[in-house]
């Protein structure tokens, strides 16, 4: 899965790629109730978007597909924001505090196309 960051502060090409490797968009934000998961997400996306922790507090147990994530990541982290969800990749245009941002988490699969 590859992850995203868009914004002004991000340096010259305004984004920070990063990969993590054998896992799908679901699967990585299932790892989210895996003992260790959130510092490992954290790690993961070098601490950003913090707002993960939310997600998690909102379910007792993991997300089963994508259409349960979509619903748990609307109510709980984006919800005033563009959000677009499928299959293979989650993308969201938020208001930062100052500027406009972007997260995007997107399978190696979709990645590849």
């Known amino acids: 899965m590859y992850f995203i960051h868009r914004n002004w ?25 895996e003992p260790g998961g959130l510092g490992r997400a954290h790690s993961d996306l070098n601490g950003a978007p913090y707002v993960l922790e939310w997600l998690r ?3 007792d147990t993991p997300p089963e597909d994508m259409v349960e ?23 969201v245009s938020s208001m930062g505090a100052h500027l406009e941002e972007a997260f995007y988490f997107v399978d190696d699969a979709r990645a590849a196309e």
């Open 9 to 33: 502060e991000a340096g010259p090409l305004c984004k920070s790629v990063r990969h993590v490797p054998g896992r799908t968009v679901l699967e990585w934000f299932r790892g989210l109730w």
């Open 57 to 59: 507090e909102y379910g």
């Open 69 to 91: 994530l979509r619903r748990r990541i609307r109510m709980q982290l984006w919800a005033d924001n563009e959000l677009h969800i499928d299959d293979h990749s989650i993308r």
